[in-house]
């Protein structure tokens, strides 16, 4: 199927991007189904397209690539609020700690909901599990989820959340 106008490009690249059971794309394909047209005119308009209906495509890079995810506003109920928080705090850490994580020290650092929260985000793909390295990332969508919450992240913020929790 040959896309020969703009229009055919954009409604194409939406249709994928709205039916991809992962919400998230590469760049570099993107810019491979836009064929010979302009990228970034492109990209603005399936933009603007979900933004229309309800949906963000926000652009993150993991592991040295550039990725689009399709989010929406809200929370995903599929997350429980202990593994949003899971999240968050892993988020912070590889911020202001390391962007590196070995497995070892999550382990430790999060035995409790080893298998209930960090074992369900790495399952769905919302933390990545390095092997060779022996270390752990957040996923484009991990960041996504945490997109109304993410510039308020920052280590001290969070522990100085979870110290007011415990003095009340």
Partial sequence: MEITNFEEAVKNITKIILTSPQKMIREEDLRNLSKNFD???????????????????IKSNFLDQKFYVLTSEGKDDSITPSQYGTLALILALSKEVDENIKISDLKEIFKEVWTTD??????????????????????????????????????????????GKEST
């Fill in 39 to 57: 990228f970034e005119q492109i990209i603005s308009t399936v933009y603007l397209n979900l933004k229309k209906i309800g949906f963000e495509f």
């Fill in 118 to 163: 960090v074992e369900f985000l790495i399952e769905n793909d919302y933390l990545r599990k390095i092997e060779d390295l022996d270390i752990i990332k957040i996923t484009p969508l991990g960041k996504a989820i945490l997109k109304n919450i993410i510039q308020d992240i920052n280590l001290k913020n969070l522990l100085n959340a979870f110290k």
